[in-house]
């Protein structure tokens, strides 16, 4: 059978004939440390971004009432998971097209840029809507970054990662999200612990985007440090040899065509997991504080217990699908969050299950698809397009699923519909169950390099 890596259109990443500049010498560990540390980065500032909104949401946005200011703030969270396809199509082909290292350290690099700036930006007091319009923009340029980022570490990943031990290392570097998620609340919580509630929202909430930004940083030395992919290596070394004119890369287009079915099926996967993911670690203390059944803060300590687990079934998950297959341990993911979520909820908010238990559950259930979505979808399209393949269903998926759900959460919950809200979840969570049938175990591919 051929392997997905040999066919598609080739890579272009150098003009024909030219001496390729010296890359840094291949360093397994080096290079799953340079995928995993954007992910840190990536899931900080944005969760950071939304469990701050309550504490800068006065400082920054215009509005009548808590709630109309709250709620602006959201629609900032929003708008920047609206441009995520856009970001996901230009540096996702640059990905492509001039390296998964370069990639790489361009999202990082905006990501962190975003962080430093939010730290910086004048109150709504001082300058007025223009302070609105410069969180929005911030948001929009890391938007455009986070776009492209998982997806750049998903063909990174794909295409470095041993034989034998591609999903976990998926799980590894996807478990970057996952430490980043947790080092927010963390963070949240040392705030609250030493300004204060009322220190937070007085200006003590820039402390948490600082601490993103020089997280960035960090994250740029170690990814500049790391090496290119050798599969990317070798299908621009083999364009620029057969051509000697043309030094354009092909459109990735028509490749996107022949495989729209894998495009909707990457869709309804990242939907499904995007959905519980965003409800239980963005949403969730709001829900359980609403429903009668915690505290903000008892929730937003059961979630650290619940990033334990969720990262033990990332780990487990990605060893397990080494040996039996990606799709079991995806499909078993989606159909416990499918039926369970509701009633696990449900007899949350009746008392007869605690909190910690609810989030253990469910985020365990969350880390099965998790461990392995990134590198199965890699494998689903050729090396030629595989950033952008795998870069726009996703964020096309998370801005409607994921960039909206505290907005709609908000909303519904003003409404007093806040009961509806685990069904969400649940439905999208089956959904994706179905999708993933509609695809057979793909083989893993072969790469260039041995180990």
């Given at each position: 059978m051929t392997s997905i890596d040999q066919v598609g259109l080739p890579a272009a990443g150098a003009a024909p004939g030219a001496t390729p500049a010296p890359a840094p010498a291949r360093r397994p560990r080096r290079e799953l440390a340079a995928a995993t540390v954007g992910s840190v980065v990536e899931a900080y500032d944005w969760t950071i971004y939304g469990i701050l909104a309550p504490y800068f949401a006065e400082a920054l946005f215009p509005g009548t009432s808590p709630t109309a200011r709250l709620i602006a703030a959201y629609l900032g969270f929003a708008l920047g998971f609206l441009v995520r396809p856009l970001?996901?199509?230009?540096?996702?082909?640059?990905?492509?097209?001039?390296g998964r290292r370069y990639g790489l350290t361009l999202t990082v690099g905006l990501i962190a840029a975003g962080s430093l700036f939010l730290a910086l930006v004048p109150g709504y007091a001082s300058i007025g809507l223009a302070a609105p319009l410069l969180v929005v923009g911030a948001r929009l340029v890391q938007g455009l970054s986070v776009g492209a980022e998982n997806p750049s570490v998903a063909a990174y990943v794909t295409e470095t990662a041993p034989a034998g031990r591609r999903y976990f290392y998926s799980a590894v570097s996807y478990g970057g999200v996952v430490l980043g998620s947790a080092l927010s609340f963390i963070v949240m919580n040392v705030l609250l612990g030493v300004f204060g509630e009322s220190g937070v929202e007085?200006?003590?909430?820039?402390y948490g985007f600082a601490f993103g930004g020089l997280l960035g940083l960090t994250a740029l030395w170690i990814r500049r440090g790391a090496a290119e992919s050798t599969v990317f290596t070798a299908t621009a070394t083999a364009t620029a040899t057969a051509t000697a004119t043309a030094v354009k890369a092909p459109s990735p287009w028509p490749v996107l065509r022949a495989?729209?079915?894998?495009?909707a099926v990457v869709f309804a996967i990242t939907s499904g997991a995007t959905t519980a993911f965003y409800f239980v670690t963005v949403d969730f203390p709001s829900y359980a504080e609403s429903a009668g059944a915690a505290t903000k803060e008892e929730t937003s300590a059961a979630l650290l217990?619940?990033?334990?687990?969720?990262l033990a079934a990332m780990l487990g998950g990605g060893k397990a699908a080494d040996r039996i297959g990606?799709?079991?341990?995806?499909?078993?993911?989606?159909?416990?969050?499918?039926l369970g979520s509701v009633p696990l909820l449900l007899a949350m908010n009746a008392g007869r299950v605690p909190v910690t238990v609810v989030?253990?559950?469910?985020?365990?259930?969350?880390?099965?698809?998790?461990a392995v979505s990134n590198v199965f979808a890699g494998q689903l399209f050729p090396p030629a397009v595989r950033a952008v393949a795998v870069g726009l269903p996703t964020a096309a998926a998370i801005s409607l699923f994921?960039?909206?759900?505290?907005?709609?959460?908000?909303?519904?919950?003003?409404?007093?519909l806040g009961a509806w809200l685990p069904?969400?979840?649940a439905l999208t969570a089956a959904a994706a169950l179905a999708a993933s049938w509609a695809v057979r175990e793909h083989p893993v591919s072969v790469t260039p390099h041995a180990r």
């Open positions: 970001g996901s199509v230009l540096i996702g082909r640059l990905t492509d097209t001039r007085d200006g003590a909430w820039r495989h729209l079915g894998r495009l217990l619940g990033m334990v687990a969720l990606a799709l079991p341990v995806l499909r078993l993911g989606f159909a416990g969050l499918a989030t253990v559950v469910l985020l365990f259930l969350l880390g099965l698809p998790l994921g960039g909206t759900f505290p907005m709609l959460a908000e909303l519904l919950r003003s409404a007093g069904w969400w979840p």
